[in-house]
């Protein structure tokens, strides 16, 4: 891996567990203050960590959607492509063999 992509990998990871910390420190201050309940804070987080979760989701379906048109592109074909191949050459295999 490039030192650069390294870099930026390492970053996105930094940014990422900074504002993880910066939330929760802001709801606990939050709950201090008497502004939320601790019930509210806990659904904040929750509500937080399953829209991340969401987003992460949906980021790994458009890479894996990229992913496969680049293979296609390149000629590869997809496993189910592949299994009805296979079926159709099994099925003819056997029409020849009943056939002889």
Do not use: C
Request: aromatic share 8%.
């Amino acid at each position: 891996m490039s030192d650069l992509l390294k870099k930026g990998f390492h970053f996105g990871i930094g940014a990422a567990i900074s504002g993880k910390e910066m939330f929760e420190k802001m709801v606990n201050e939050m709950v201090k203050r008497g502004e939320i309940s601790p019930t509210q804070a806990k659904s904040m987080v929750n509500n937080w960590i399953a829209k991340g979760e969401t987003k992460d989701k949906e980021w790994n379906d458009q890479a894996k959607a990229r992913m496969q048109d680049q293979f296609k592109e390149l000629g590869f074909v997809s496993r189910e492509e592949y299994e009805k191949l296979e079926a159709r050459i099994q099925r003819l295999e056997n029409l020849h063999l009943d056939n002889k």
